[in-house]
């Protein structure tokens, strides 16, 4: 557990980076902190592994003052992960890896065994080990960097806007891999972002900070979007709130509907209605076909048109997967108005419109599953 | 043109070519070496703190356009050292590259990556062993290259020491001037020139073979 008490950084210029901060990180839980350039977000996690000492208040880990620990091995007992990686451009990956373990006195070979078994954790596999960071794409440094971190098997894992520097599809994958092995690990993560959407896809609690160093609101990501506690939380957690917080409620009351389905190859002139998705052998929809695109010929990848986002419904265990959001979006993303519902392993499975979306929601509402 | 116009003075003076080779080594290379070991600590503190850097830089450029012959008459005065002793040259080499050497070294700390820097930090680094092992080994390209022209310059100043009476191959340039002997000056130059360039050369592999990650990176395409 972490805990700040009173926490303040003020600059010898009398400018004050966090004023007075008191939070509690739990332990096994992502805590994030967002908010706005400024807000003494980054200042406060890096307080935790003294790369700045505050200057008032104290800072316990395990309930013991971190000002007790010597910074560099208390910095070995607690990953850290930077924007950009900051891996070291002289060694090869497994060596990047196999860091911590080494300054602590573990024997070469042993940490590099350790090394390999964690880039595979990533997801890297063992043909990246020899190379160096320079051959490596941003997505693949920061797993590197993630790696690096949890080398040493610390209990507590910083990350100072790790993901900020990838294009949005890596940042997706990273977030996702991020969150598949805190289920396995079960750290204490401090995570720093100014991305509110980063903030409450991976938070368990997000503290929100306002300039000046002030922790504006300390809350689970769906209280956040249901009762921002004042007009800056509301305003930073953005004006379609109310759309992500669908994000929260899973979508087991929308019925998922029949949806026309053709193969790829068979003659589009046998549509019955205007659209219908166009599937492979396997059921998995490639796309969206109407008589107008097809021009009467057969339905072929050529002449598709691009599917909006999919739902994936869990028909087997007879529950729904995806969350009301995704549900929305399927349909208001899809050229049909009709959303793409698929199983857990990727086939059309039926369609869900808008309407029946916002029902559930309706339903949800009376039944106080909706906080307000 | 006759071939074989060095024959035969060249094989008639094999050893004293060889002895007076060996002396301009000597005298040029030691003084490098001891720059090189100066300079790191030097570099180190430029890079550090800027006051350091405000001083050590704009001194180092001043020094190196003091004449080398000025520089070479001095040393002794102030030294209190003997006419011909070799510290006479090798103090002013080694001033030259210190000059050349604390900004090379200094500008390629400062070209480390912050981001490196503060993951080194992060991870638990001390700054001993973070300086030795992150920062220095980044560094090292931008130190050869320094070291190159300070070796190569070196290795031809170090023949003004003739001017003195301190030897090696300027010794030879001086001698066959007064003997108006073409061939000995000539042969002095070529040995002078060809040296430099083979220990360039040996600086450019080394550089090149402790550094194995700089190819890797033209090697291949980052991709972002």
Known sequence: ?372 | MNVDWPWPWLPRNIDDIAEATGEHLYLALLPVLFGLLVSIPLGWAASRWPIARGILVPLAGVLYTIPSLALITLVPLLLGTKIIDPLNVQVPLAIYTIALLVRSVSDALIAVPGDVTAAATAVGYKPARQFLTVELPLAIPVIVAGLRVATVSAMSLASVGALIGIGGLGGLITEGFKRNNAVEMVVAIALIVIIALVIDALLLLTGRVITPWTRARQRTAVKS
């Open chain 1, 1 to 372: 557990m972490i805990e700040f008490q009173a926490v303040t950084k003020k600059y010898p210029d009398g400018t004050v980076a966090v004023d007075s901060l008191d939070l509690t990180v739990d332990d096994g839980k992502i805590t994030v902190f967002v908010g706005p350039s400024g807000c003494g977000k980054t200042t406060s996690l890096r307080m935790i592994n003294r790369m700045i000492d505050p200057t008032g208040g104290t800072i316990l880990l395990d309930g013991k003052d971190i000002r007790e620990s010597d910074p560099p091995l208390l910095r070995r007992g607690i990953g850290y992960v930077i924007q950009h990686a900051g891996l070291f451009p002289h060694r090869t990956v497994l060596d990047n890896v196999a860091t911590v373990p080494l300054l602590t006195g573990t024997g070469k070979r042993e940490a590099r065994q350790k090394a390999g078994e964690l880039l595979e954790l990533v997801g890297l596999d063992s043909g990246f080990a020899k190379r160096y960071p320079a051959q490596l794409s941003g997505g693949q440094q920061q797993r590197v960097g993630v790696a690096r971190a949890l080398a040493a098997d610390p209990p507590v894992l910083l990350m100072d806007e790790p993901f900020s520097a990838v294009d949005p599809i890596v940042r997706d994958d990273l977030q996702q891999q991020l969150l598949r092995l805190q289920s396995e690990l079960d750290k204490t993560i401090v995570f720093v972002t100014h991305d509110i959407d980063e903030a409450i896809k991976l938070g368990d609690r997000v503290a929100v900070f306002r300039v000046g160093g002030r922790l504006a609101q300390y809350d689970t990501p769906s209280a956040l979007l249901a009762k921002p506690a004042d007009g800056f939380v509301s305003s930073f957690v953005g004006r379609d709130r109310g759309y992500r917080a669908l994000g929260f409620l899973t979508a087991n009351g929308v019925p998922v509907g029949p949806i026309a389905t053709v193969k790829v190859g068979e003659q589009a002139g046998s549509l019955d209605g205007d659209w219908a998705v166009a599937v492979d052998a396997d059921n998995k929809p490639l796309g969206w076909v109407s008589k107008q695109s097809a021009q009467n010929g057969e339905v072929s990848a050529d002449n598709l048109v691009s599917g909006g986002s999919l739902f994936e419904v869990d028909s087997a265990a007879g529950g729904t997967s995806g969350s009301l959001r995704n549900a929305l979006d399927a349909a208001l993303s899809s050229p049909s108005a009709v959303g793409i519902a698929v199983d857990a392993g990727g086939a059309v499975v039926g369609g869900v419109t808008a309407d029946t979306v916002l029902a559930a929601l309706a339903d949800a509402r009376r039944s106080g599953e909706v906080p307000t």
